[in-house]
C-alpha cells in the first residue's frame, strides 16, 4: 500500500515537472553583424614606353643615346621591384656597350656593361610612378671587331609586394 502511494506521488511529480517545462516562456532576443566582405590587392607595374626605349642603328665609337623610362605602381598595393637585362647570346656587343641608368634626381643607379645592367630594390606606392634615365654608349675605344654587329636586349622588370614580405 506504502509503495502504491510512492508510485503515485512520483508520477504526479513527472507529470507536473513536464508541465511546467510545456509552458515556460522567457524573452529573447538576437542580432547579426552583417557584410562582412574581404577582397585581395594587386600588385602591377607598368613601363612606359612598352619597348625600344633605347635603340640606334648606325652607332660609331663615342655615339650614345638615351631614354626616359616611365615605371608606374599601377597595382593597388605598394610594391617593390628590381630590375635585370636579358643579354644577346648571340652577340658580344652588348658586352662592349656601356649602360648608364638615372632616376630622377640624377643620382646613377647603374654604370657598367649593357648586358648586366640591373637595378636594385626600388619601392612604389600605388598610384607612384618614377622615372628612370638610361643612357647606352659605344665607347670610343670599341676597335674594328665590332663594326657591322648589332645585338637586342631586354630590361626586364619582376615586381612584388611589401606587405608581410
Ligand atoms: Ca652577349
Excluded: W
Excluded at 607598368?46 to 616611365?70: E, F, I, K, Y
Excluded at 630622377?104 to 648586366?116: H, M, Q
Aim: with cysteine; hydrophobic share 40%.
Amino acid at each position: 500500500m506504502r509503495r502504491k502511494i510512492m508510485v503515485s506521488l512520483l508520477v504526479i511529480a513527472v507529470t507536473a515537472v513536464m508541465v511546467g517545462g510545456a509552458s515556460l516562456a522567457i524573452f529573447t532576443d538576437s542580432a547579426s553583424n552583417t557584410g562582412n566582405t574581404f577582397a585581395t590587392g594587386t600588385v602591377d607595374i607598368a613601363l612606359s614606353p612598352a619597348s625600344a626605349l633605347v635603340t640606334h642603328g648606325n652607332m660609331a665609337p663615342g655615339d650614345s643615346v638615351s631614354g626616359d623610362l616611365t615605371v608606374t605602381n599601377s597595382g593597388s598595393l605598394e610594391l617593390r621591384y628590381a630590375m635585370t637585362t636579358t643579354g644577346d647570346d648571340a652577340s658580344t656587343l652588348d658586352e662592349q656597350l656601356e649602360c648608364t641608368i638615372k632616376d630622377s634626381s640624377d643620382t646613377v643607379l647603374y654604370t657598367g656593361p649593357l648586358s648586366g645592367a640591373q637595378l636594385g630594390d626600388r619601392v612604389l606606392d600605388s598610384g607612384d610612378s618614377e622615372v628612370l634615365t638610361f643612357i647606352v654608349e659605344l665607347p670610343l675605344d670599341t676597335d674594328n671587331d665590332y663594326q657591322g654587329q648589332s645585338c637586342t636586349v631586354s630590361f626586364d622588370f619582376a615586381a612584388e609586394q611589401t606587405a608581410n614580405n
